[in-house]
């Protein structure tokens, strides 16, 4: 139990389009979702916390109009960054979470979505 | 407001050695603490965890780690390690009743034939 998929694996696009990364809980429900953001041979960096039908919290630093976060169902999180360049070329990387149930209080992590922006 | 200490940023063992991955935390309040283990190029995969009770915890591929609240630890350990252990061990702590995950900066374990 508590797998949680990403699509696409890996992406490279042209600078100034958008992407989009999915992240679907395959298992259970998942009342919060997160995305990080990995740099190489760095920890991860909370971007931002979503729960299921309201807006994202987005971390300090993090700009809400450039990576769009959508939780439209308990087993879905979008996260688009818009205009992408060069610099949002990274490692993205979201997790799952239940508030109840036997999952509770652990984050179960997607396997990554390498994106690069040419 | 929680902080994690990964003391060791690079640890190469021979194969079959044990080896201690270290953890301290920092937190005002009560902790989950949890490792993760991070193979090249794939998210993340939780090895243990700790919530409550019994402070030696045990968790997948042979790896173990004990919550230790006077000296704030949670050290990773494993008696005998093998090629495929080689990989990217993340400490993580959060606040009880809180959801949001504060990392360690990582330890690369490098596994020696």
């Known amino acids: 139990g508590a797998v949680v998929s990403q699509h696409p694996s890996w992406v490279i696009c042209k600078s100034g389009t958008s992407v989009k990364i999915e992240c679907r809980s395959l298992?259970?429900?998942?009342?919060?979702m997160f995305w990080y953001r990995q740099f190489p041979k760095q920890s991860l960096m909370l971007m931002a916390t979503?729960?299921?039908?309201?807006?994202?919290?987005?971390e300090q630093g993090v700009e809400k109009d450039k990576f769009l976060i959508n939780h439209a169902s308990l087993t879905l999180s979008t996260l688009t960054v818009t205009s992408a360049h060069p610099e949002d070329s990274s490692f993205y990387i979201c997790?799952?979470?239940?508030?109840?149930?036997?999952?509770?209080?652990?984050?179960?992590f997607g396997p990554g979505t390498r994106l690069l922006v040419l | 407001a929680q902080s994690v200490t990964q003391l060791d940023s690079q640890v190469p063992v021979f194969e079959e050695a044990p080896v201690e991955l270290r953890c301290n935390y920092s937190?005002?309040?009560?902790?989950?603490l949890f490792w993760y283990v991070q193979y090249p190029n794939q998210g993340l995969q939780l090895l243990l965890k700790?919530?409550?009770?019994?402070?030696l915890v045990k968790g997948i591929n042979g790896f173990e780690a004990e919550f230790n609240k006077s000296q704030t630890s949670f050290h990773l350990r494993k008696p005998s390690v093998h090629i495929s252990d080689t990989a990217e061990y993340f400490c993580?702590?959060?606040?009880?009743?809180?959801?949001?995950?504060?990392f360690g900066k990582g330890t690369k374990l490098s596994v020696i034939p």
């Open positions: 997790s799952a979470g239940q508030t109840s149930g036997s999952l509770q209080e652990t984050q179960y």
């Open positions: 298992d259970f429900q998942a009342t919060t």
């Open positions: 979503s729960n299921e039908g309201s807006k994202a919290t987005y």
């Open positions: 937190s005002s309040v009560s902790v989950y």
């Open positions: 700790y919530l409550s009770g019994s402070t």
């Open positions: 993580a702590v959060t606040g009880a009743g809180s959801y949001q995950l504060t």
